[in-house]
């Protein structure tokens, strides 16, 4: 039951905990003895990390600590996307698929919020500052995750073939609201190495376009985003400095496919961002964020008062990084399954594969 008595379906190690003030806390594979890693404030819709760092001894600190979710997919693992290919198979549907392991320094994810005893560096300060100060233990750590990502890709490219659309290679942001959020050269120097090896081993190997989601104002990254690969931009957030759509299709619209944009919430209320005619073929037009549960139906429309609808709806599967992550607790898990992820689909995939190529 929700705050306001809505009804809820959730998995079935999603255990939480009601505080004295209202807060829900939620615990690492539903164990209600280990440390909570989440807390959702009263009348609050999101869980917000709850961060478990222990303290840093940088002479004993090691890459193998940060690497404890990433490992190499197990034959259970293997089954369950082998059952989702014979479930894509079925169909001639568009796939976006979100395999995990290579979003590297994802900061939704470094704190390992589904491990009971996350090691390493988990505090968020501590890890944004380390790209800096540990400069040499982020590259070998992203070196390690790089290598086990893609013997991971090679048996899904096994398992999948051509099944597969797009893949969604990272999440991490690299944009706040009014400028980069890190220093060009460090995206340079620790992120785009393995974005090139990744997006370059998709490339070779299969038909799959590559995906990354970076919100904020990303401009400034744009030529490194096309250098490093990339095929699809999402989310297009054009409220961001430096982001205005006319002259992002301008730039790179021959070289990019901008997936999102459309929409963005501003207080209960849905705005359109009134660019799809802007950019035009090359452009999947989704929702930059989740509909918020407040958000009233009649707002999420356009001006002309008509719903706003996505130019191409894809069926997606997705999982957790790890095969570690995968024998988590269910509520972690569904946060990674569930969503908009599991949807169905509306677009052949001979139609975006044409859009994507726009």
Wanted: with cysteine; charged share 25%.
């Amino acid at each position: 039951m929700f705050f306001d008595g809505t009804p809820l379906l959730v998995p079935e190690a999603f255990n939480t905990d009601p505080e004295p003030n209202g807060d829900i806390l939620i615990y690492p594979e539903g164990d209600r003895n280990a440390q909570p890693s989440g807390r959702m404030p009263k009348d609050g819709f999101y869980f917000d990390t709850i961060i478990r760092q222990q303290p840093i001894d940088e002479a004993t600190l090691s890459v193998e600590d940060n690497l404890q979710e990433f490992t190499l997919l197990n034959e259970d693992d293997l089954n369950w996307y082998r059952s989702e290919a014979k479930r894509l198979a079925g169909t001639d549907k568009a796939a976006l698929a979100s395999f995990g392991g290579t979003a590297f320094g994802d900061i939704a994810l470094a704190p390992g919020q589904w491990l009971k005893q996350p090691r390493g560096i988990r505090d968020i300060t501590e890890w944004y500052t380390s790209a800096l100060t540990r400069r040499d233990f982020v590259y070998e750590l992203f070196s390690r995750q790089c290598d086990i990502g893609l013997a991971n890709l090679e048996r899904l490219r096994a398992t999948f073939g051509d099944l597969v659309t797009a893949v969604f290679v990272t999440g991490t942001d690299f944009g706040a609201q009014h400028g980069p959020f890190i220093a060009p050269d460090v995206y340079r120097d620790l992120y785009m190495p393995f974005h090139k090896r990744v997006n370059e081993w998709m490339h070779k190997n299969t038909t799959w376009k590559s995906f990354i989601h970076s919100c904020g104002s990303v401009r400034v990254f744009m030529d490194d985003f096309i250098e490093a690969g990339f095929d699809i931009l999402n989310p297009v957030q054009c409220s961001a400095c430096d982001m205005d759509a006319q002259e992002l299709k301008d730039n790179y619209g021959d070289r990019l496919t901008f997936w999102g944009g459309v929409i963005r919430n501003s207080g209960d209320t849905i705005l359109n961002q009134s660019f799809l005619g802007t950019l035009g073929p090359g452009f999947c037009g989704r929702k930059m964020r989740p509909v918020c549960a407040s958000t009233a139906v009649m707002n999420e429309a356009a001006p002309n008062g008509r719903p706003v609808r996505s130019c191409m709806r894809m069926r997606s599967i997705t999982s957790s990084s790890t095969s570690n992550a995968r024998k988590a607790d269910q509520s972690s898990i569904s946060a990674c399954k569930g969503d908009a992820f599991i949807s169905t689909s509306s677009t052949p995939a001979r139609w975006a594969r044409a859009l994507l190529q726009g």
